[in-house]
């Protein structure tokens, strides 16, 4: 059985950064693709970004172009998110989730497996 774990959340200030983590327990984390979503309040979940089974391939929606990065570590069996130059409107929640197919990790979010949440809070 998969579970995902994100760690890594906390309250900085804008322009600071954070590293987010998704720790996948269970078998086979390699076939899967892994993607980020945060939940502001008040909104509707919206897709971060999403990395393929072998981490070689990142999509990043326009928010997160040029300060997040998505990465995959196949031996450790983690995912990261690392956000740079924070702003106020990257507050939320954010979750990691685990789809066998790369292109489910989207606006749709049609992912397998999803992990419980981390919060991100970040102020002006």
């Known amino acids: 059985q998969v579970q995902l774990m994100e760690s890594g959340g906390g309250m900085v200030q804008a322009g600071e950064s954070l590293k987010l983590s998704c720790k996948f327990s269970g078998e086979g984390f390699s076939d899967y693709a892994m993607g980020w979503f945060r939940q502001a309040p008040g909104k509707n979940r919206e897709f971060v970004a999403r990395?393929?089974?072998?981490?070689?391939?990142?999509y990043y929606v326009d928010f997160a172009k040029g300060r997040f990065t998505i990465t995959k570590d196949n031996v450790k069996n983690y995912a990261y998110l690392q956000m740079n130059s924070l702003k106020p409107e990257d507050t939320a929640i954010y979750y990691c989730?685990?789809?066998?197919?790369?292109?489910?990790?989207?606006?749709?979010?049609?992912?397998?497996?999803w992990g419980q949440g981390t919060q991100v809070t970040v102020s002006s």
């Open positions: 989730a685990a789809a066998h197919d790369y292109y489910d990790l989207d606006e749709r979010g049609n992912a397998n497996y």
């Open positions: 990395i393929t089974q072998s981490g070689i391939t990142t």
